[in-house]
């Protein structure tokens, strides 16, 4: 008794592939549309006299993976 399910195959899954990147491509595409807020992060201004570093979450994460 055979399954009724094929087994999958390549051309399948770069078919899939295919339509899913162009299905993503004109989502992007689509004029009018824009991301919400939430997924933009707000940023700081420039300092006016350079010194942009600032000490933060990000990089203290960043020192904390270089400890030896």
């Known amino acids: ?7 999958p195959s390549r051309r399948g899954f770069f ?4 339509a899913t990147g162009a299905a993503a491509a004109a989502v992007v595409a689509m004029p009018g549309v824009t991301l919400p807020e ?5 940023l700081k201004p420039a300092p006016e006299k350079g010194g942009g570093y600032s000490l933060s979450e990000h990089v203290k994460r960043y020192y904390k993976t270089t400890l030896v």
Request: glycine share 6%; net charge neutral; hydrophobic share 45%.
């Open 1 to 7: 008794m055979q399954d009724s399910q094929s087994k």
């Open 15 to 18: 078919a899939g592939a295919a």
């Open 38 to 42: 939430l997924a933009q992060p707000a």
